[in-house]
């Protein structure tokens, strides 16, 4: 009986204990998630917790000597301030950072800085002559905030612009042009050269090709159709070396192919317009005769009908897109179908089916 009126009287003092820590503990975590965007540690909050009411410095006491009486206040303090440190995260992440008078103090004594957007990826343009940066790292650039001192003349903005971005993401050669007002008019950058083995996905290789009279100005990068001698063609590859004074041309083709090719020249070399991921959303569709702009939205949708969840449907409908970007406009719906069908086969047979057969029920 003794003991269960101790255990009792240890519960009581635990939700005490718990409640005197909590008032401290939100009020940390909220400062703490307020100005990290980041959730302040449970474990960390109910150290500090037990701390605060004295609870801490008697655990090692009870390491030492284990009484079964103390058990409860210990475990009830410390759920109750760890619900302390989920709410005080919760409220924090409602509080609206625009208007918070703490930030607006906080940015008063930093007005000697300025930030500088980049552009949107797709006015991030590729240099002329150089090896295009991967998609991604455009993406990862996309209006993007950098600060930079308030009193650097445009000048000395592009400059140190150009080595944030080589020393930052990687990338070879930065063009930039910021106005007075400093805001950048133009971006365009390279990929950083490197060897060849680097860029070739698997089952690919490099492979020269000799010609006798290639297009005048010809450069890395350039997306070509090689006729050769013996009446092969090499569709769409993109030149990845130029040696004019040889008058060879390295490209990049998959290795099953590479004997068709061997010791043979090209008979002409045609340049092919380049369409860029950026302007993926300027690709047009023709549908029964009509020229229309393809749409994202409306392509998720039709794969939501047929049984996708939304999260899928997206990303499906964002990798069809990246692959009908390296495609001549218009693009037929046959092919726009045939590529979802693909996709969506990598995820479940039956539903790609599904959306085949609903497609040619609406042909």
């Not at 991967?134 to 950098?146: F, G, T």
């Not at 890395?220 to 092969?232: A, K, P, Q, T, W």
């Not at 390296?326 to 089916?353: G, H, Y």
Request: proline residues 5%; positive net charge.
């Amino acid at each position: 009986m003794v003991l269960i009126s101790e255990l009792l009287l240890s519960a009581v003092q635990g939700l005490m204990d718990g409640a005197v820590a909590s008032f401290f503990i939100i009020f940390l975590a909220m400062i703490y998630r307020y100005f990290t965007n980041e959730n302040f540690p449970s474990f960390i909050g109910i150290i500090l917790g037990l701390g605060i009411v004295g609870i801490s410095g008697g655990l090692l006491a009870i390491l030492e000597q284990p009484s079964i009486e103390a058990i409860p206040e210990i475990i009830i303090a410390s759920l109750i301030i760890a619900w302390a440190v989920n709410t005080g995260n919760k409220m924090a992440g409602k509080i609206p950072k625009n208007v918070n008078p703490i930030q607006k103090i906080l940015k008063a004594k930093h007005k000697g800085y300025s930030k500088v957007e980049l552009p949107n990826a797709r006015l991030i343009y590729d240099i002329s002559g150089k090896s295009r940066v991967p998609a991604e790292i455009k993406n990862d650039l996309s209006e993007r905030e950098l600060i930079f001192p308030s009193d650097l003349p445009p000048e000395e903005i592009e400059r140190r612009l150009k080595r944030r971005l080589i020393t930052d993401w990687g990338v070879g050669e930065v063009e930039a042009e910021i106005d007075q007002d400093g805001e950048i008019t133009y971006l365009a950058i390279s990929a950083k050269e490197q060897g060849l083995s680097e860029g070739i996905p698997k089952g690919y290789a490099a492979v020269p090709i000799k010609c006798e009279i290639m297009p005048s100005g010809l450069a890395l990068g350039d997306i070509v159709r090689i006729y050769l001698n013996n009446g092969e063609l090499i569709e769409g590859v993109e030149i990845k070396g130029v040696d004019k004074a040889e008058k060879t041309i390295t490209i990049v083709i998959k290795q099953d192919k590479i004997e068709k090719i061997r010791d043979q020249e090209a008979s002409m070399i045609v340049v092919l317009p380049y369409y860029p991921m950026p302007k993926v959303d300027s690709i047009v569709v023709k549908r029964s005769g009509a020229i229309k702009e393809f749409d994202l939205q409306k392509l998720t949708s039709s794969m939501k009908d047929v049984g996708v969840d939304k999260e899928s449907a997206e990303h499906i409908a964002d990798t069809v897109k990246s692959k009908l970007s390296k495609s001549a406009v218009p693009i037929s719906t046959q092919k726009i179908q045939d590529v979802v069908v693909e996709e969506l086969e990598k995820k479940n047979s039956n539903i790609a089916k599904k959306f085949k057969k609903r497609y040619k029920r609406r042909k």
